[in-house]
Structures are given as C-alpha cells and as structure tokens.
C-alpha cells in the first residue's frame, strides 16, 4: 500500500508545548462539537475506544533538518539516501542514512517505532476529550511509551523519551516524538473509490487505521559529525500509515 500524506503534521521541537497544553486544556467529561472524519459530538463520545495492533507502513521519503546554532537547513531523501549540508565553516557535512542507521548506537525511526504497534487506552470506555494511551511492539513487548489522544480531532501524541539512541552523543534529545490520526471506517454509499484504510479491522465503532503518522526524532549534532563543535540538533522526520489488524 502506497503511504497517502493527506496533511502535514510538523513535528517540530516545539510539540512537546502542544502535548501539555493538551494535558491541561480539557477535563474528564468534556463535550466538544468538533468533528473529526464526518463524525459528531456523540460519535466523539461513544466511538472512543483506539485500543488495537496497527500494521506500519512506512513512506519512501524522509526529511532531514540540521539547525546549526538557530541556521536551520532541510533535505528530503529516501531511507537509504545520501544528504549534504553546509557546516558553520563552509564545509559540506553528509550524511549516509543506511550507514549512520545501522550503527548499533543510533536507533532510527523504524527502529524506534515498530512495524506492528500495539495501542493501549486507559478508561476508554469513560468519556473524555483526552485519555492516555501506551505503545509497544506488538510481537516483542518491551518498553512501554506513554502518549495521550484527543478524540475531538482524532489525534495521538506519544514521547519516545530514548527511542533515538543509547547513551552520550548519540543520546536521544528529549523532544522525540510519533504521532497522527486514527481514521475511521467510511459508509460504502460515501467511501472514496481508492480507500487506503478499507483493509483495516476496526472494533465496533472504532479506527480501522492510521493516518498522516510521524515519526520525528532528534539527536545532538556530534552524533552524526563528531568534529561539530558548534551547538548542533539534527532531526529525522519519516512519515507512515497504518492499518488496524486486530484486538490486544
């Protein structure tokens, strides 16, 4: 299945300020006449149940920025791509991603989030606006990330705190994020004639996928060039989507 970006979503640093203003900006029982995906208020309110395993799947294209000290450059490539930027001397600064990738201490996003996501809710069948949600691997377990959804727009949030690497310079920056939108099944009578999500297996009244997900994650700039002596982050954002194939 061909990955489908409907919006963007920026994953920038800044995120982490949206996440708390979301923590705080609603409470248990709160009403919203958003809609998300063709659904009112009631929907929002009954269908709130994401719990599920999602199958990944992963776009061709990744965006890479380096911010040198507030200089901020971008390049897309694919996942084995080769990207260059200019360092503060003028000098170019490459990047192989498929060599930098497979260094055992740099985890890149297909490794930080997994190709079958188990989705966790808690309390989801008490309504509220915001319920907090864990994610693992659903075939290895492991490590349980926290993040929380916003059932007025559809949206999950998750902090992926270690998920780009191990330790020292190629420690993760603290603002490592994933997220998108769950998407709902669409009537036949209303369905679109190419449906990436019609393959999904929704639960009663829930997502059948995943859309406009990203992975964005961070690492200090020496990491990759370890001669940097400038303040440097550098920042991978790999989009997907995801089908819902089964029950925890």
């Given amino acids: 299945m061909s990955v489908m970006i409907r919006r963007s ?28 995906g063709g659904r009112d208020t009631a929907d929002v309110e009954n269908d709130q ?33 080769v990207v260059t930027f200019t360092g503060p001397d003028g000098a170019p600064l490459e990047l192989d991603l498929a060599a930098w990738c497979a260094d055992p201490g740099v985890n890149c996003p297909s490794e930080a989030w997994p190709a079958r996501v188990a989705i966790d809710e808690e ?17 290895l377990g492991g490590e349980r990330r926290a993040g929380l959804v916003d059932h007025a ?18 420690g993760a920056v603290a603002l490592s994020l994933a997220g998108g939108t769950f998407v709902y099944p669409v009537p036949a009578d209303t369905a679109p004639a190419e449906d990436p999500f019609a393959a999904g297996v929704a639960a ?6 995943i859309a406009d997900g990203q992975v964005a994650l961070g690492w200090l700039g020496i ?4 001669g940097l002596a400038v303040a440097a982050t550098l920042r991978i954002d790999t989009p997907f989507e995801a089908l819902r194939v089964g029950d925890l």
Avoid: E, K
């Fill in 223 to 226: 990491c990759a060039w370890p």
């Fill in 123 to 139: 309390a989801p069948a008490t309504p509220s606006q915001f319920h907090t949600i864990q994610v693992s691997d659903a075939d």
């Fill in 49 to 81: 149940d994401v719990r599920g395993i999602y199958a990944v799947t992963w776009s061709d294209t990744v965006t890479v920025t380096l911010d040198l000290g507030g200089a901020v450059q971008t390049a897309q490539t694919d996942t084995s791509g």
């Fill in 153 to 170: 727009l559809d949206t999950f949030l998750v902090g992926l705190d270690g998920g780009s690497g191990q330790s020292g310079n190629c």
């Fill in 9 to 36: 979503m920026w994953f920038a640093l800044g995120l982490v300020g949206a996440l708390s203003l979301a923590c705080t900006g609603g409470a248990a029982g709160t009403t919203t006449d958003a809609s998300a």
């Fill in 204 to 209: 009663p009244g829930g997502p059948n996928g």
